[in-house]
Protein backbone atom coordinates (compact mmCIF):
# COMPACT_ATOMS: atom_id res chain seq x y z
CA UNK A 1 0.00 0.00 0.00
CA UNK A 2 1.31 3.28 -1.37
CA UNK A 3 0.33 7.19 -0.28
CA UNK A 4 0.39 9.51 -2.24
CA UNK A 5 0.26 12.98 -0.09
CA UNK A 6 -1.07 15.70 -2.44
CA UNK A 7 -1.32 19.23 -1.60
CA UNK A 8 -4.24 21.00 -2.34
CA UNK A 9 -6.28 24.60 -2.39
CA UNK A 10 -4.79 26.95 0.84
CA UNK A 11 -4.00 24.31 2.82
CA UNK A 12 -5.91 20.66 2.16
CA UNK A 13 -4.41 17.39 1.36
CA UNK A 14 -6.01 14.94 -0.73
CA UNK A 15 -4.74 11.57 -0.89
CA UNK A 16 -4.16 8.59 -3.56
CA UNK A 17 -3.40 5.01 -2.32
CA UNK A 18 -2.12 2.64 -4.27
CA UNK A 19 -2.82 -1.14 -4.18
CA UNK A 20 0.73 -2.01 -5.65
CA UNK A 21 0.00 -5.65 -7.03
CA UNK A 22 -3.15 -4.39 -9.12
CA UNK A 23 -2.12 -0.58 -9.16
CA UNK A 24 -5.58 -0.17 -8.40
CA UNK A 25 -5.96 3.47 -6.52
CA UNK A 26 -8.64 5.06 -3.76
CA UNK A 27 -8.51 8.50 -3.53
CA UNK A 28 -9.38 10.61 -0.43
CA UNK A 29 -10.86 13.16 -0.27
CA UNK A 30 -10.65 14.43 -3.85
CA UNK A 31 -10.99 18.73 -4.15
CA UNK A 32 -9.17 18.84 -6.73
CA UNK A 33 -9.40 16.73 -9.87
CA UNK A 34 -6.84 18.15 -12.14
CA UNK A 35 -4.28 17.48 -9.82
CA UNK A 36 -5.47 14.13 -9.01
CA UNK A 37 -5.66 12.34 -12.56
CA UNK A 38 -2.24 13.61 -13.31
CA UNK A 39 -0.93 11.91 -10.40
CA UNK A 40 -3.37 8.85 -11.21
CA UNK A 41 -1.67 9.05 -14.97
CA UNK A 42 1.86 9.51 -13.64
CA UNK A 43 1.39 6.52 -11.41
CA UNK A 44 0.16 4.61 -14.20
CA UNK A 45 -2.81 2.87 -11.79
CA UNK A 46 -6.61 2.78 -12.31
CA UNK A 47 -9.27 5.01 -9.96
CA UNK A 48 -11.45 3.32 -8.49
CA UNK A 49 -13.03 4.75 -5.86
CA UNK A 50 -13.27 8.03 -3.73
CA UNK A 51 -13.75 8.01 0.01
CA UNK A 52 -14.89 11.42 1.05
CA UNK A 53 -14.29 12.28 4.94
CA UNK A 54 -16.82 14.95 4.71
CA UNK A 55 -19.16 16.89 2.98
CA UNK A 56 -17.37 20.44 3.22
CA UNK A 57 -16.18 21.47 -0.15
CA UNK A 58 -12.41 21.75 0.36
CA UNK A 59 -12.92 18.03 0.64
CA UNK A 60 -15.87 17.18 -2.01
CA UNK A 61 -15.85 19.59 -4.36
CA UNK A 62 -14.25 17.46 -7.24
CA UNK A 63 -16.34 14.16 -6.75
CA UNK A 64 -19.05 15.22 -9.56
CA UNK A 65 -16.60 15.69 -12.22
CA UNK A 66 -14.49 12.29 -11.32
CA UNK A 67 -17.75 10.47 -11.22
CA UNK A 68 -18.20 12.42 -15.07
CA UNK A 69 -14.49 11.46 -16.20
CA UNK A 70 -14.66 7.79 -14.91
CA UNK A 71 -17.08 6.22 -15.59
CA UNK A 72 -18.74 3.30 -12.71
CA UNK A 73 -16.38 5.48 -10.05
CA UNK A 74 -17.94 4.26 -6.63
CA UNK A 75 -18.06 7.65 -3.80
CA UNK A 76 -18.17 6.58 -0.29
CA UNK A 77 -19.05 8.61 2.27
CA UNK A 78 -21.29 8.89 5.67
CA UNK A 79 -23.62 12.32 4.84
CA UNK A 80 -26.23 12.50 1.85
CA UNK A 81 -24.56 16.08 1.45
CA UNK A 82 -21.33 14.61 -0.46
CA UNK A 83 -21.63 14.88 -3.99
CA UNK A 84 -21.83 11.99 -6.36
CA UNK A 85 -22.58 9.55 -3.49
CA UNK A 86 -23.01 6.07 -4.31
CA UNK A 87 -22.40 4.26 -1.33
CA UNK A 88 -23.28 5.12 2.08
CA UNK A 89 -20.94 3.59 5.12
CA UNK A 90 -21.61 3.30 8.36
CA UNK A 91 -19.69 3.17 11.58
CA UNK A 92 -17.00 -0.20 11.81
CA UNK A 93 -18.26 -0.81 8.29
CA UNK A 94 -15.77 -2.58 6.64
CA UNK A 95 -13.84 -2.64 2.69
CA UNK A 96 -12.12 -4.26 0.53
CA UNK A 97 -9.99 -3.00 -2.35
CA UNK A 98 -7.34 -6.08 -3.39
CA UNK A 99 -5.62 -5.93 -0.56
CA UNK A 100 -6.23 -3.24 0.82
CA UNK A 101 -8.89 -3.26 4.03
CA UNK A 102 -10.48 -0.54 4.96
CA UNK A 103 -12.50 0.22 8.52
CA UNK A 104 -15.25 3.02 8.24
CA UNK A 105 -15.10 5.47 11.59
CA UNK A 106 -17.73 7.61 12.32
CA UNK A 107 -16.67 10.74 14.09
CA UNK A 108 -19.62 13.56 14.47
CA UNK A 109 -18.25 16.63 15.60
CA UNK A 110 -16.90 18.32 12.88
CA UNK A 111 -19.35 17.94 10.60
CA UNK A 112 -22.63 15.25 12.17
CA UNK A 113 -21.72 13.02 9.35
CA UNK A 114 -17.79 12.96 9.43
CA UNK A 115 -16.14 9.38 8.90
CA UNK A 116 -12.54 8.40 8.70
CA UNK A 117 -11.60 5.87 7.15
CA UNK A 118 -8.80 3.16 8.82
CA UNK A 119 -5.87 1.52 6.36
CA UNK A 120 -4.11 -1.56 6.00
CA UNK A 121 -3.17 -4.59 4.19
CA UNK A 122 -3.52 -8.06 6.03
CA UNK A 123 0.38 -9.78 6.09
CA UNK A 124 2.10 -6.17 5.52
CA UNK A 125 5.04 -5.19 7.52
CA UNK A 126 4.14 -1.81 6.90
CA UNK A 127 1.94 0.22 9.49
CA UNK A 128 -1.63 0.59 9.19
CA UNK A 129 -2.97 4.09 7.91
CA UNK A 130 -6.10 6.79 9.61
CA UNK A 131 -6.84 9.51 7.37
CA UNK A 132 -8.78 11.72 9.77
CA UNK A 133 -9.82 14.32 7.48
CA UNK A 134 -10.83 17.33 9.70
CA UNK A 135 -11.12 15.52 12.85
CA UNK A 136 -7.96 15.26 13.93
CA UNK A 137 -4.94 17.22 12.90
CA UNK A 138 -1.05 16.74 13.33
CA UNK A 139 -1.33 18.49 16.98
CA UNK A 140 -4.62 19.24 16.92
CA UNK A 141 -8.17 18.73 16.40
CA UNK A 142 -11.16 20.18 13.77
CA UNK A 143 -13.05 22.85 14.64
CA UNK A 144 -16.55 21.99 16.26
CA UNK A 145 -19.55 22.82 13.49
CA UNK A 146 -22.04 20.59 13.63
CA UNK A 147 -20.99 18.82 17.20
CA UNK A 148 -20.01 19.17 20.77
CA UNK A 149 -17.20 18.40 23.00
CA UNK A 150 -18.63 15.06 24.72
CA UNK A 151 -18.27 13.95 20.47
CA UNK A 152 -15.35 15.25 19.81
CA UNK A 153 -13.69 13.40 23.48
CA UNK A 154 -15.46 10.14 22.31
CA UNK A 155 -13.57 10.40 18.49
CA UNK A 156 -10.47 10.71 20.31
CA UNK A 157 -10.45 8.48 22.57
CA UNK A 158 -12.75 5.77 22.32
CA UNK A 159 -12.84 5.93 18.43
CA UNK A 160 -9.06 6.99 17.10
CA UNK A 161 -7.19 7.12 20.22
CA UNK A 162 -7.86 2.89 20.66
CA UNK A 163 -6.38 2.52 17.66
CA UNK A 164 -2.79 1.07 17.11
CA UNK A 165 -0.37 3.14 18.37
CA UNK A 166 1.99 2.89 15.32
CA UNK A 167 -1.19 4.06 12.75
CA UNK A 168 0.43 6.95 10.86
CA UNK A 169 -2.11 9.92 10.61
CA UNK A 170 -2.97 11.93 7.55
CA UNK A 171 -5.45 14.13 8.08
CA UNK A 172 -7.34 17.19 5.94
CA UNK A 173 -5.28 20.23 6.57
CA UNK A 174 -1.46 21.47 7.14
CA UNK A 175 -2.17 23.83 10.07
CA UNK A 176 0.76 21.85 12.33
CA UNK A 177 2.87 24.68 12.86
CA UNK A 178 -0.03 27.06 14.54
CA UNK A 179 -1.14 23.68 15.90
CA UNK A 180 1.59 23.06 17.83
CA UNK A 181 2.62 26.78 18.64
CA UNK A 182 -1.01 26.81 20.57
CA UNK A 183 0.33 23.51 22.10
CA UNK A 184 3.40 24.84 23.26
CA UNK A 185 1.23 27.94 24.97
CA UNK A 186 -0.62 25.26 26.88
CA UNK A 187 2.72 23.39 28.02
CA UNK A 188 5.66 25.76 27.75
CA UNK A 189 7.72 23.17 29.25
CA UNK A 190 6.99 20.19 27.11
CA UNK A 191 9.83 19.14 25.43
CA UNK A 192 9.14 16.96 22.36
CA UNK A 193 6.48 19.72 21.33
CA UNK A 194 9.47 22.02 21.41
CA UNK A 195 11.37 19.51 19.08
CA UNK A 196 8.39 18.70 17.09
CA UNK A 197 7.67 22.87 16.27
CA UNK A 198 10.75 23.21 15.57
CA UNK A 199 10.78 19.90 13.06
CA UNK A 200 7.20 21.39 11.40
CA UNK A 201 8.81 25.34 11.04
CA UNK A 202 11.52 23.92 9.30
CA UNK A 203 9.19 21.39 7.28
CA UNK A 204 7.15 24.39 6.48
CA UNK A 205 9.91 26.57 5.46
CA UNK A 206 11.07 23.82 2.66
CA UNK A 207 7.60 23.57 1.58
CA UNK A 208 7.20 19.84 2.85
CA UNK A 209 4.44 18.29 4.44
CA UNK A 210 4.22 17.07 8.00
CA UNK A 211 2.07 14.07 7.61
CA UNK A 212 2.31 11.63 8.41
CA UNK A 213 2.73 11.65 11.83
CA UNK A 214 1.90 8.24 14.03
CA UNK A 215 -0.85 8.22 16.99
CA UNK A 216 1.85 7.00 19.40
CA UNK A 217 3.51 10.57 19.05
CA UNK A 218 0.19 12.59 19.12
CA UNK A 219 -0.49 11.24 22.56
CA UNK A 220 3.10 12.69 23.56
CA UNK A 221 2.14 16.68 21.80
CA UNK A 222 -1.28 17.27 20.46
CA UNK A 223 -3.28 18.88 23.74
CA UNK A 224 -6.60 17.38 22.28
CA UNK A 225 -5.35 13.83 23.02
CA UNK A 226 -3.59 15.24 26.73
CA UNK A 227 -6.66 16.41 28.46
CA UNK A 228 -6.18 14.08 31.58
CA UNK A 229 -2.65 15.05 32.06
CA UNK A 230 -1.96 17.37 35.06
CA UNK A 231 -0.10 20.59 32.97
CA UNK A 232 -3.99 20.55 30.48
CA UNK A 233 -5.88 20.40 33.35
CA UNK A 234 -3.60 23.55 35.58
CA UNK A 235 -4.02 25.20 32.04
CA UNK A 236 -8.07 25.16 31.32
CA UNK A 237 -9.05 25.26 35.74
CA UNK A 238 -10.43 21.95 34.85
CA UNK A 239 -10.39 18.44 35.52
CA UNK A 240 -13.13 16.89 33.88
CA UNK A 241 -11.61 15.60 30.75
CA UNK A 242 -14.61 16.51 28.48
CA UNK A 243 -14.46 20.02 29.92
CA UNK A 244 -11.01 19.89 29.67
CA UNK A 245 -11.71 19.56 25.80
CA UNK A 246 -14.16 22.44 25.60
CA UNK A 247 -12.26 24.94 27.29
CA UNK A 248 -9.54 23.95 24.86
CA UNK A 249 -11.34 24.22 21.71
CA UNK A 250 -12.28 27.70 22.80
CA UNK A 251 -8.86 28.36 23.42
CA UNK A 252 -7.98 27.79 20.25
CA UNK A 253 -10.33 29.33 18.37
CA UNK A 254 -9.57 32.58 20.06
CA UNK A 255 -5.57 31.92 19.70
CA UNK A 256 -4.14 34.99 18.28
CA UNK A 257 -6.87 35.80 16.37
CA UNK A 258 -6.43 38.89 13.47
CA UNK A 259 -6.46 42.18 14.73
CA UNK A 260 -9.32 42.72 12.05
CA UNK A 261 -11.31 39.70 12.02
CA UNK A 262 -14.11 39.08 9.14
CA UNK A 263 -17.54 39.27 9.96
CA UNK A 264 -18.74 35.72 10.47
CA UNK A 265 -20.47 34.83 7.20
CA UNK A 266 -17.48 35.52 5.94
CA UNK A 267 -15.40 33.03 8.22
CA UNK A 268 -18.22 30.38 7.87
CA UNK A 269 -17.18 30.36 4.35
CA UNK A 270 -13.49 30.51 4.40
CA UNK A 271 -13.73 27.42 6.58
CA UNK A 272 -16.18 25.74 4.14
CA UNK A 273 -13.84 26.64 1.45
CA UNK A 274 -15.89 28.67 -0.39
CA UNK A 275 -13.13 31.46 -1.05
CA UNK A 276 -10.89 28.02 -2.56
CA UNK A 277 -11.15 28.48 -6.06
CA UNK A 278 -9.51 32.30 -5.83
CA UNK A 279 -6.86 30.39 -3.79
CA UNK A 280 -6.20 26.93 -5.82
CA UNK A 281 -2.37 26.24 -6.24
CA UNK A 282 -1.69 25.71 -9.89
Given amino acids: MKVKVISVLEDNYMYLVIEESTRDAIAVDAAVPKRLLEIVRK ?14 WDHARGNEELARLCPGLRVYGADERIGALTH ?67 NLTQVLGALPKETK ?15 LKVEPENEIVKKKLAWAKQRDDEDLPTVPSTLQEEFLYNPFLRVTEEPLQKFT ?13 TEKDNFKKPKEQLNPQAMLAFDWGLFSPFLEKK
Fill in 169 to 183: VFCGHECTVRNLKFA
Fill in 88 to 154: KVTHNQELTFGAIRVRCLFTPCHTSGHMCYFMWEDGSPDAPALFSGDTLFVGGCGKFFEGTAEQMYT
Fill in 237 to 249: GKTDPVEVLRTLR
Fill in 43 to 56: EDVVLRAILTTHHH
